[in-house]
């Protein structure tokens, strides 16, 4: 049964590898990953801090908006932050501002959004694009400290088991061959 059973996990690994591939398997996977109970607000922070990092590096190199946002939407690790910010492209183009089109994504938490509009009328984006980086930066690594700091007695706990187990394991065939030599 082993053999069936290792089969069978390597088949739903790389039906599982070959899904999220795909444009649907994808999207689910990124949403899955934004959305996870206690690592999903870390990767929401690093997809922020990258966006608005890179956003601000380009408009301070000079690059034009549309070219920004497009290379922007291409460096952003999660399919649903390039997707807001392919239509925030779009609207852009049309005449209209980055922050209410960033806002309608709901990717974006409302300080950034308010910070771009801000930055946009003020015409220091760049700017406080690369305050946000260094905000959500330090985010992150608060984030990562608490990880951390909560793996720690997650791994105690689960060595713990382990042994556990493996002293049950050499000790239960003992008792065993003891109490059937009492009989």
Known sequence: N??????????????????????MGMKQWHWFMLHMPVFGPLFRKVAISRFS????????????????????????????????VLRAKEAVSRGETLGDPLAASKVFPPMVTRM????????????????????YDQEVRATVKSLTSLIEPIMIATMGIIVGFIVLAIFLPIIQIQTSLTK
């Open 116 to 135: 771009v509009a801000i930055g946009e009328k003020t015409g220091a984006l760049e700017k406080l694009l690369m305050k946000i980086s260094e905000f």
């Open 2 to 23: 082993l053999i069936a059973v290792i089969a069978v996990l390597i088949v739903l690994v790389i039906a599982f590898m070959l899904y999220i591939k795909t444009r």
């Open 53 to 84: 990092r890179t956003f601000a590096t380009l408009i301070q190199s000079g690059v034009p908006m549309l070219g920004a946002l497009d290379i922007v939407a291409a460096t952003a690790g999660n399919i649903w932050v390039e997707e807001a």
